[in-house]
């Protein structure tokens, strides 16, 4: 009997770069491996696609258009696009599957998919990548509206049948916020080891290079990134470093700004997201630094591949990655964090500072469809 399994979510990779979408992409296309499951997205359609297609033996049925223009205003995911969203999750009625697989965010629209999924007796699994307190919330959309979303929040957190959540810090939050800890699996495939062990081979040397891959939007502090490569040029006029910047987002002038502003268009090149995965690899493989100042991480992905390339992980201490992924990286503050460069560039193989590597283990996708399929069974036997 064929299992038909959804995925719901507005953003898809490789059309849309985010640590959730190229999870959740991993995840399908490991499945789609199982001749006994059927695996489709239900999502938005971004620049690039058509609006119902099959690529790599998933079958993509978008609701709606969007770019990155309606996605984010004010240098913030758009409410009035996640209204959007939220509206035209009603055509989720056309389809039927027997597991949905839902993104959590923008979680306006967990309700509909409740109401689906009680409707039509489909299973309902949420794909918890962070969850946000009261004060982030306030801090987000000002104190009434933050208020409101917070407990909005809480309310939608609760619908699902079971919970999919990318790492212990963000169990945890769940839990807080009144999920039954019975219905949680920390589960977070990103690294496929034989491809990354083939990406290695095929680098010849590291570059003196500084690397940071991620959305440009204000949470992600790139500017902390760029202020940093400004800091160790004026401290080791001598020394070579090159930064590389890969994203897009709404920050992008800005950020393109401050790199003139402060002289650094030759040091730091900005490009834009690689379509193959594999061009971003190959590129944290042949650095020797990846640098993450980002405020709000629910796990970071890159920080997890660059360390399975080898490619030693920099944090400001207040970072919010769990511990099972910080005790793998180097921890240091701002101002200590030009010399720690100037060290690690000096250093032969930087992947000596790279801490508790056996960690990685938590993270293999070759675990994906014999997790999923244990969870399935559970999930529908209860039927």
């Known amino acids: 009997m064929t299992l038909r399994i959804g995925f719901i979510s507005d953003a898809v990779f490789p059309w849309h770069v985010g640590g959730l979408e190229k999870t959740e992409s991993i995840v399908a296309k490991e499945l789609v491996k199982n001749k006994d499951y059927k695996v489709e997205f239900v999502c938005c359609q971004w620049p690039g696609m058509q609006k119902k297609f099959g690529y790599n033996n998933i079958m993509y049925n978008t609701i709606m258009k969007i770019n990155n223009k309606q996605f984010y205003k004010n240098q ?20 039927k599957y027997d597991v949905i697989i839902v993104n959590f965010f923008p979680i306006l629209h967990i309700p509909i998919i409740r109401l689906y999924s009680k409707i039509t007796k489909t299973k309902m699994i949420l794909d918890v990548a962070e969850i ?27 619908m699902a049948d079971a919970y999919i959540i990318n790492s212990s810090l963000t169990a945890q939050r769940a839990i807080d916020e009144g999920v039954d800890f019975k219905k949680i699996d920390i589960f977070s495939p990103i690294i496929d080891a034989e491809l990354m062990n083939n990406i290695l081979k095929s680098i010849k040397k590291r570059n003196k290079k500084i690397i940071y891959a991620t959305r440009f939007i204000k949470e992600k502090r790139v500017d902390k990134f760029i202020y940093l490569i400004d ?42 997201p690689y379509y193959d995965i594999k061009d971003v690899y190959r590129e944290i493989a042949s650095s020797y630094i990846t640098y993450i100042p980002s405020e709000r991480e629910g796990l970071s992905a ?22 099972e992924v910080k005790d793998m ?21 930087p992947s000596i500072f790279i801490k508790n590597k056996e960690n990685l ?9 014999k997790f999923y399929s244990k969870l399935f069974k559970r999930l529908l036997a209860k039927e």
């Not at 913030?76 to 389809?95: A, C, D, E, G």
């Not at 920080?303 to 919010?320: D, G, K, M, R």
């Not at 283990?361 to 469809?369: A, E, G, K, P, T």
């Open 329 to 349: 990286c180097i921890v240091e503050f701002e101002e200590n964090m030009p010399e720690l460069l100037r060290k690690i560039l000096k250093s032969k193989n």
């Open 76 to 95: 913030k995911r758009s409410t009035l696009n996640s209204i959007r969203y939220t509206l035209n999750m009603f055509k989720i009625f056309k389809y």
């Open 302 to 323: 890159l920080a997890i591949e660059s360390i399975a390339l080898n490619t030693p992980v920099l944090l400001p201490p207040e970072t919010p990655i769990p511990k």
């Open 231 to 272: 800091a160790f040029h004026k401290k080791y006029k001598k020394e070579k470093l090159n930064a590389l910047l890969i994203g897009t987002g709404p920050e992008e002038d800005n950020i393109n700004e401050l790199i003139s502003e402060l002289n650094l268009m030759k040091i730091i090149k900005v490009r834009k």
């Open 132 to 158: 946000w307190d009261k004060n982030y919330w306030i801090e987000y959309l000002g104190k009434f509206f933050g208020e409101i979303s917070y407990r909005y929040m809480r309310m939608s957190l609760k």
């Open 361 to 369: 283990n938590m993270f293999i996708i070759s675990r994906i469809n």
